[in-house]
């Protein structure tokens, strides 16, 4: 099975201080790998350096079998990769709702009317068709992770990047977030500290600890109810290989 994406010996300096050392990461076709650490650890970093919204000081970035160095070479595949920020409003910069959703296809270079069309239909796909028309930094956080995740879907990537998707969501919301989620059948590298959420999204598991990233197992230990635990894999200890596409 051919990788999507696939980083070798990446690195990340900044100020002097060393962020991500030595990154091997590879992610299958609709793999769903989740990746989770200490507040800190660098995995914002990570999910930005895969895209090159943050530049890397070694190693190498291949996406869907392209290395890529330069923003040219990035920009030609970041359509193919939803990234969902941790913080909705870094991502909501036109006025209304279906100008948001719909900006991404317009750049893809569909017609106005075909984007529209497209945005429409992920905002029902998310049941919040009927905030089409509302200016985009009046709703509440919930409403704002899912106009941002329309804005993503109605590009049908083939990657999804999530940045604690569940981070200041209220119930409703995070349950129809949660649906679509489980219904994407892409490919999905999962940043989040929601155990519930790893447990009924990822098919495999990773842990930044200092800048280094670990293999790790999902396991599941019965308490008055069931939460799922990611351990990490050190030298010597059963588990994946690092750099396993799944």
């Not at 992610?27 to 650490?37: A, C, D, M, N, Y």
């Not at 650890?41 to 290395?67: C, M, P, S």
């Not at 750049?107 to 985009?136: C, P, V």
């Amino acid at each position: 099975m051919s990788d999507l994406l696939h980083l070798e010996g990446v690195c990340v300096v900044r100020d002097g201080q060393s962020v991500l050392e030595d990154i091997d990461l590879r992610l299958g076709s609709r793999e769903k790998l989740t990746i989770v650490g200490p507040n800190g650890a660098g995995k914002t970093t990570l999910l930005r350096t895969i895209v090159g919204l943050e530049r890397r000081t070694g190693g190498t970035i291949r996406l869907f079998g392209e290395a890529c160095g330069t923003e040219k070479q990035f920009r030609l595949h970041r359509p193919r990769i939803g990234f969902l920020f941790q913080d909705s409003d870094d991502q909501l910069f036109c006025p209304s709702v279906i100008e948001d959703v719909a900006f991404g296809p317009l750049n893809m270079g569909l017609s106005q009317a075909e984007a529209e069309a497209a945005a429409r239909t992920a905002l029902d796909r998310l049941e919040i068709g009927h905030l089409a028309e509302r200016i985009s930094h009046r709703l509440s956080g919930g409403e704002k992770r899912l106009v941002c995740l329309a804005g993503l879907m109605a590009m049908k990537p083939e990657v999804l990047l999530l940045d604690e998707p569940t981070n200041g969501i209220d119930a409703a919301n995070e349950t129809r977030l949660r649906e679509a989620l489980a219904a994407y059948e892409g490919a999905m590298i999962l940043v989040s500290h929601d155990t519930t959420l790893v447990a009924d999204l990822a098919t495999r598991a990773m842990v930044l600890e200092a800048g280094r990233l670990l293999p790790a197992t999902i396991h599941s230990h019965a308490h008055t109810h069931v939460h799922a635990h990611v351990h990490a894999v050190h030298a010597g200890e059963p588990g994946e290989d690092a750099g396993s596409g799944g």
